[in-house]
Each structure stands twice: as C-alpha cells, then as structure tokens.
C-alpha cells in the first residue's frame, strides 16, 4: 500500500493532492502567489479531508521546477521539511516529466511548455521512453528544434507558443495544463517508496531545477538575472 502527499508550487499557485494505491483520496487547487503562507495550511486541509493523519504517510512527492524560481523554492522547501520530520522518503520530479505524463498524444509527439513569463518558455521535447531534458528556448528556437512531425504542446501558456510556432510553419495543437498533483503522486508511487530512500539517502534530498538564475527587480526599477 502506498500512501502520497504530492503537491506543486511551481507553475501557478499550488496543487495538493493525497493518493492511495493510484486512487485521489482528495486535493485542491489555488491560483494566486503567497505559497509560502498558504501551502502548509492547505496541506493540512486536504489531509483532513482525506481521512489521513501525517504519520501515516509512506511518501512524499514535488515538482523540483523548471518554473517559478520562488515556487519551486517554497516548495522544495516544506517537501523536505515534511519528509525529514515525518521520516519518509521524498520524490522530486520535473515538472515537464509531470506534464508529459499526463498529455493525451493523440498521434502527436509531445512537447511540454511553461512560459517563463520573460519572453521564452521552459520546454522538454518528448523522444520515445527517454527522459526528456528540459531546456529555454524562445518560440523561434524551439520551431527550429521541431522537426516535421505532428506535436501536441501541453503545460502553462501553450496556446500562446502554439500560436507563434504554427505561424513558423510548424504543425501543432495545444494543451493548456498545469502540473497535476494526483499525476505526480502516481509517478512517484511507480518508481516506489524503497526507492527514493534509497536515493536520498544516496544522493541528498531532491534538489531545485533551475534552468536560468533568478530575475530581480533593482531599487532603480530595472530587472536583470543573477545565477
């Protein structure tokens, strides 16, 4: 039996779900910012509402980003918190291995897209069973990238990119979506919880996926990124 704690801060706003066995015991979805006052409260919520007390728990599961640099902070941050307090394990996957997931092909090869909202999108192009390794790239890059195959682009601002992409000649059809927690508890639940012990204990707690250095705001008004 497994029991999962799964939730993503990376994208927009926050995504809880608790899952046992595969089956969505319960969850919620909030947009907005201010994750680092909201998420434990509603971690705690959909506990409640799943029946579910936090020693009972057998793993811990997060999106690691690529995404939101404070997002992907927040929650990396309360996932080791729980996962060192309560002694289980802790999954982290990549947001655009969540969105693949969980995209319907329809014949298509996926692309998984998060805008960055500086002009490029966080993008992991699908190539049969293998891992895809995400990387930033502009719509005019990524049109370069793509081939001349059919794509199906899932993840946040998609119809945006699929926009500018079907301008450049590329055949493609979009997918709106954010990272679905009942996905990332089943995808963390199917590598398994002797697993991931095994792997912190190997290799450290999950780390953040950064794919660029965080953009700040300057007292001058004038923005740039810092690695």
């Known amino acids: 039996m497994s029991l999962v704690l799964a939730f993503d801060c990376a994208v927009s706003g926050l995504g809880i779900a608790v899952v ?62 729980l996962a060192v307090g309560l002694g289980v394990p802790l999954a982290g996957l990549a947001t655009t291995s969540v969105l693949r997931a969980q995209a319907v092909p329809r014949g298509r090869a996926v692309v998984a897209a998060i805008d960055s909202r500086l002009g490029d999108w966080f993008c992991a192009i699908a190539e049969g069973e293998e891992e895809p390794v995400p990387f930033v790239a ?38 709106e979506a954010l990272p679905d927690p009942a996905v990332i508890a089943r995808l963390a639940a199917d590598t398994g919880a002797e697993t991931w012990r095994v792997r912190n204990k190997r290799e450290g707690l999950p780390r953040p996926l950064y794919l660029r250095g965080v953009n700040i705001t ?5 923005r740039r990124t810092v690695d």
Do not use: H, K, M, N
């Open 20 to 81: 046992r066995d595969g089956i969505r015991l319960a969850g919620l979805a909030e947009d907005g910012r201010d994750q680092a006052a909201r998420l434990l409260p509603a971690i705690e919520t959909v506990l409640g509402e799943a029946g579910v007390g936090r020693r009972e728990l057998s793993l811990i599961a997060v999106t690691i980003g690529p995404g939101s640099f404070t997002g992907v902070r927040v929650g990396l941050a309360a996932a080791r918190g």
């Open 138 to 175: 502009a719509a005019p890059e990524l049109a370069l990238r793509l081939g001349g195959r059919a794509y199906l682009v899932v993840g946040s601002g998609a119809q945006a990119l699929v926009a500018q992409l079907v301008a450049a000649g590329i055949d493609a059809v979009a997918e």
């Open 218 to 222: 300057l007292p001058d008004g004038a």
